[in-house]
Nanobody, 123 residues
Framework: QVQLVESGGGLVQAGGSLRLSCSAS????????MGWFRQAPGKEREIVAA???????YHADSVKGRFTISRDNAKNTVYLQMNSLKPEDTAVYYC?????????????????WGQGTQVTVSS
């Protein structure tokens, strides 16, 4: 069993930056693929970025060049660095763990989820 806890969300002006962290307890994350998803009000949950156990990465087109996913296995933590934030990035952001170890892009590929952290970008 893996428990995931996100942190780092908040309110920021457009053009600003935030760094989200996802810390794990219960198991080490080194063998897991990890993903960041987001869900805005009235919209479906969507992939933002993912990283495999060997640190190959995927970034959605909407965030490519602005967001960066990374992992620090020694700290059992995954990060999402978000720069040049836009109002349309406003959402609850979730981290998730994929037991197969690859950077999946579908929510169905992830077995463990955090509770989410709110990111609000004002214009």
């Amino acid at each position: 069993q893996v428990q995931l806890v996100e942190s780092g969300g908040g309110l920021v002006q457009a053009g600003g930056s935030l760094r989200l962290s996802c810390s794990a307890s219960g198991r080490t994350l080194g063998t897991y693929g990890m993903g960041w998803f987001r869900q805005a009000p009235g919209k479906e949950r969507e992939i933002v970025a993912a990283i495999s156990r060997i640190s190959s990465t995927y970034h959605a087109d909407s965030v490519k060049g602005r967001f960066t996913i990374s992992r620090d296995n020694a700290k059992n933590t995954v990060y999402l660095q978000m720069n040049s934030l836009k109002p349309e990035d406003t959402a609850v952001y979730y981290c998730a763990a994929n037991v197969m170890g690859y950077a999946g892009t579908g929510s169905y590929e992830y077995s463990y989820w955090g509770q989410g952290t709110q990111v609000t970008v004002s214009s």
